[in-house]
């Protein structure tokens, strides 16, 4: 199996920068979110990370996540993530103005520079001692020790935020791989770097290797398994722990889509999840259960039909376990399934600033509320020939010059067939004339039909004629033409 290298793109070896112009979210009653609850279901570097994001655009909260982000950074192994914390918190400063009572940068926590040149002299010598073991083992050729030298380097590598030397160590033990395990060790490892970094392009090859890899290692464990107790014990330990990276598989796979924009596939493969312990460590370290349920809940809402709503996700019993852990996510499913649909985009609107600080999910935002609010007025009109806008204003909680927009906007794009009244403000289905288009098929039909018949009887008449040429014996024509010759093939 061959192991593609990813070239070093911008961003990589460190932590991508926050955007230039972050759209600032309020954290308030009307949008409320509990950063300490939050920050509690993760553990690692993606804690420091979600800090920086949300200290970029919510000012109101970017005090309080600076202070917790210089407290993590000081319990990591990489020091330059203070220079992305400050980047991040001088944006919001700028972005937010004067008044935003925000204070300045001499004003807040600095970090410890003492502890960042201790831990930048440990990092050193960790590396170096890392490298020497490297090169002794690389000169005793001994296979398995160099391709735990090279993951032990990958995974020092990640710990200080060089990801583009991670990923070449990775990738480089591959070379040194001789069971599949092996193999789908180091495409789990490589996965797990691509999500941490939100290098998103890339999952899709890894997770095809590691299928591959996972596919191979089911087969030699199979083959090696024995019969009696001790190989059906083993048998199943294998099948569970199977079921346990594909689930790592199947989110990585997700993620890809939903990055990519395709909310369909995504929602497949998030609805598709084991429960939360199939994904091991990943918990907490990437992502925490409640994430995926708001990401498969509203890539489902964007992108399925009702009654697949239901039957996949509403009635999925893997998938409750993750919404219980977003208890407005369930309310807003049945709102949905209800009909419900001002209470849809009320909640929409009230947990924005959660969806917005998520990493993963922060610029699909605005596209998703879209989609799922485009689905709610196709689907609130669709039993009616014609209807006042007033009365969707109030079904949305919108004003009727808001309806009017988004009705003419569907009209356009042709989600709804109809047409608006804006003297008297009502939206009117274009009337179908089901009687007309049966006669009009019907025609189409008996003209066909009677086009067919004129060839088989012209047909007919040039073999009466003796005017139809035949090919050779033995001709490769000869079984064609004689099956064509009640289908009137080659008589036009």
């Given at each position: 199996m061959d192991i593609d290298i990813?070239?070093?793109?911008?961003?990589?070896?460190?932590?991508?920068?926050?955007?230039?112009?972050?759209?600032?979210?309020?954290?308030?009653?009307?949008?409320?979110?509990?950063?300490?609850?939050?920050?509690?279901?993760?553990?690692?570097?993606?804690?420091?990370?979600r800090l920086i994001h949300i200290t970029a655009i919510a000012p109101s909260i970017a005090t309080e996540t600076y202070q917790l982000a210089i407290q993590h950074i000081h319990q990591s192994r990489d020091p330059s993530l203070y220079q992305y914390l400050l980047q991040a918190y001088e944006l919001v400063l700028s972005n937010s103005g004067e008044g935003s009572g925000l204070p300045d940068l001499q004003n807040v926590p600095q970090l410890d520079t003492k502890w960042a040149d201790e831990t930048i002299t440990r990092n050193q010598a960790e590396r170096m001692k890392l490298e020497v073991e490297l090169?002794?083992?690389?000169?005793?050729?001994?296979?398995?020790?160099?391709?735990?030298?090279?993951?032990?380097?990958?995974?020092?590598y990640r710990a200080v935020g060089d990801y583009g030397t991670a990923l070449k160590h990775y990738t480089k033990s591959r070379e040194f791989c001789t069971t599949s395990q092996h193999v789908l060790d180091m495409c789990l490892s490589v996965l797990e770097l691509l999500i941490e970094q939100r290098n998103y392009t890339h999952l899709t090859t890894y997770v095809f290797k590691a299928d591959a890899a996972l596919d191979a290692a089911a087969a030699q464990n199979t083959g090696n398994g024995g019969t009696g107790v001790g190989g059906a014990s083993s048998k199943k330990k294998a099948n569970a722990d199977r079921e346990h990276v594909q689930s790592k598989?199947?989110?990585?796979?997700?993620?890809?889509?939903?990055?990519?924009?395709?909310?369909?596939?995504?929602?497949?493969?998030?609805?598709?999840?084991?429960?939360?312990?199939?994904?091991?460590?990943?918990?907490?370290?990437?992502?925490?259960?409640?994430?995926?349920?708001?990401?498969?809940?509203?890539?489902?809402l964007s992108s399925f039909k009702?009654?697949?709503?239901?039957?996949?996700?509403?009635?999925?019993?893997?998938?409750?376990?993750?919404?219980?852990?977003?208890?407005?996510?369930?309310?807003?499913?049945?709102?949905?399934?209800?009909?419900?649909?001002?209470?849809?985009?009320?909640?929409l609107s009230r947990y924005s600033t959660r969806h917005y600080l998520d990493i993963h999910l922060s610029l699909h935002v605005q596209e998703l509320t879209n989609l799922i609010r485009n689905w709610a007025v196709v689907l609130y009109f669709q039993p009616f020939a014609s209807i006042k806008l007033?009365?969707?204003?109030?079904?949305?909680?919108?004003?009727?010059?808001?309806?009017?927009?988004?009705?003419?906007?569907?009209?356009?794009?042709?989600?709804?067939?109809?047409?608006?009244?804006?003297?008297?403000?009502?939206?009117?289905?274009?009337?179908?004339?089901?009687?007309?288009?049966?006669?009009?098929?019907a025609i189409k039909a008996g003209t066909e039909i009677q086009a067919a018949n004129k060839k088989l009887l012209f047909r007919m008449k040039l073999q009466q004629a003796d005017l139809v040429i035949k090919?050779?014996?033995?001709?490769?024509?000869?079984?064609?033409?004689?099956?064509?010759?009640?289908?009137?093939?080659g008589g036009e």
């Open positions: 990813i070239e070093e793109t911008q961003g990589m070896g460190s932590t991508p920068s926050p955007p230039k112009k972050p759209l600032l979210v309020p954290v308030d009653d009307a949008h409320p979110f509990d950063l300490e609850g939050y920050i509690a279901n993760y553990s690692g570097r993606t804690v420091i990370e090169k002794t083992y690389s000169n005793n050729m001994i296979k398995e020790s160099i391709r735990m030298a090279h993951r032990d380097l990958g995974d020092f598989l199947d989110f990585a796979t997700a993620l890809a889509h939903l990055s990519a924009g395709n909310y369909e596939r995504a929602a497949f493969f998030f609805l598709k999840l084991g429960p939360a312990s199939d994904l091991g460590d990943w918990v907490g370290k990437l992502i925490a259960p409640g994430d995926i349920a708001i990401y498969g809940t509203l890539c489902a009702r009654a697949a709503i239901k039957s996949r996700l509403l009635d999925n019993t893997v998938f409750s376990g993750y919404i219980e852990q977003e208890p407005y996510i369930r309310e807003l499913i049945e709102a949905y399934l209800a009909s419900n649909f001002k209470t849809v985009l009320e909640l007033e009365r969707m204003s109030a079904a949305f909680g919108w004003t009727v010059e808001e309806v009017e927009y988004h009705v003419v906007s569907l009209i356009q794009s042709g989600s709804i067939q109809g047409r608006v009244d804006s003297q008297n403000k009502i939206l009117l289905a274009k009337k179908t004339d089901y009687r007309a288009e049966l006669f009009a098929r090919p050779p014996k033995g001709s490769q024509y000869q079984n064609i033409m004689a099956a064509g010759e009640f289908f009137g093939a």
